[in-house]
């Protein structure tokens, strides 16, 4: 992740450090961790080999990933999905522009960090992903998005995060 003193890995982190993430307005900007947890324990993880010099994304099957357009050079957003949801030649939206997944695959490992931002979500290997959250101002407005041509209108991106990780964390 890239942070305000350079790249960091994930069990790098602590509260208060600031990692690059997208801006409410469309820009890429800096949010504050909250925590940084690690659970000890096997987990699931969805690992996306990207065509470009990244190399690869790993992340939890329930993180939501912001789609877009491999077709044009924009930022052009189609969709979210879960990454379990994920597929090849599905395009994941950047920092600047998209990245093509080229195989997907289901891993299982021992051991897994949660990092919770203030905006609720990180470029991870500078691919735009959510995070845990725990701002309840930005869960409003998830309503908006039965149009799928709303999902990238920024004013609420953020909200649309937060309400995914509220509905995924609720207990029954």
Known sequence: MDTTTGPASIGDLKA??????????????????????YIPAYFRFIKMQLEDERGSLTVTPNH???LCSTEDAGNSTSSMKDASEVRPTDGLLLSAGCVRVQAVEEIHEFGKHSLTTESC???????????????????KKFEDFRDVSQVYRPEFFEEFFNEHHRLQNMTV
């Open 16 to 37: 208060g450090d600031s990692v690059l993430t997208l801006g409410d307005d469309g820009k890429d900007k800096y949010t504050k961790v909250v925590d940084v947890t």
């Open 64 to 66: 939501l990933m912001l």
């Open 121 to 139: 979500t990180v470029y991870a290997n500078g691919v735009l992903t959510s995070t845990s959250c725990e701002n309840a101002q930005m869960i």
